[in-house]
């Protein structure tokens, strides 16, 4: 039986392909799984001891896909919202931790009260800018407003 000369073209071609190395392809691990990822620590404090209104930082950027461990802490004398509802909408939140208490399921503002420290656990799903800020009367528009942007 007589080879058709395309395939005997195509099968020198693969051939030199191979010995170049460039027809088979690396062997590239599999992703992580996000949830045995130990998480990116990113922290935030709303208000400062000045009882300056603002975040700090103002700005932060997230990955989809990666695990993350936003600590949020209120050093000021007054209680402080993070309200970031649709950031949150575009988030799994694996838990929020305070104190001896963890709370899971669908989060969209933290209250913390003066010396508050909590902790949100989170893979971001969703890319987009968000707006995040203390809804307290006022707090807003004295400048307790920031920027999360997820790439």
Same mark, same amino acid.
């Given at each position: 039986?007589?080879?058709?000369?395309?395939?005997?073209?195509?099968?020198?071609?693969?051939?030199?392909?191979?010995?170049?190395?460039?027809?088979?392809?690396?062997?590239?691990?599999?992703?992580?799984?996000?949830?045995?990822?130990?998480?990116?620590?990113? #922290?935030?404090?709303?208000?400062?001891?000045?009882?300056?209104?603002?975040?700090?930082?103002?700005?932060? @950027?997230?990955?989809?896909?990666?695990?993350?461990?936003?600590?949020?802490?209120?050093?000021?004398?007054?209680?402080?919202?993070? #309200?970031?509802?649709?950031?949150?909408?575009? $988030?799994?939140?694996?838990?929020?931790?305070?104190?001896?208490?963890?709370?899971?399921?669908? $989060?969209?503002?933290? @209250?913390?009260?003066?010396?508050?420290?909590? @902790?949100?656990?989170?893979?971001?799903?969703?890319?987009?800018?968000?707006?995040?800020?203390?809804?307290?009367?006022?707090? #807003?528009?004295?400048?307790?407003?920031?920027?999360?942007?997820?790439?």
């Amino acid at each position: 039986m007589q080879t058709h000369p395309i395939v005997r073209v195509l099968c020198v071609l693969l051939g030199l392909l191979i010995w170049l190395g460039l027809a088979i392809p690396p062997v590239m691990a599999a992703p992580a799984d996000p949830l045995k990822q130990a998480p990116i620590e990113v #922290t935030v404090s709303l208000g400062n001891e000045a009882n300056e209104l603002k975040f700090g930082p103002d700005y932060l @950027e997230f990955q989809t896909g990666k695990r993350y461990k936003l600590i949020l802490s209120n050093p000021s004398p007054q209680k402080h919202y993070f #309200t970031a509802k649709d950031f949150a909408d575009g $988030i799994w939140t694996q838990k929020v931790e305070a104190g001896r208490v963890e709370v899971k399921g669908a $989060i969209h503002e933290l @209250e913390l009260k003066p010396a508050a420290i909590a @902790e949100w656990v989170f893979i971001p799903l969703k890319a987009g800018q968000y707006e995040v800020r203390c809804p307290i009367p006022g707090h #807003t528009e004295a400048g307790m407003r920031g920027k999360l942007l997820v790439q």
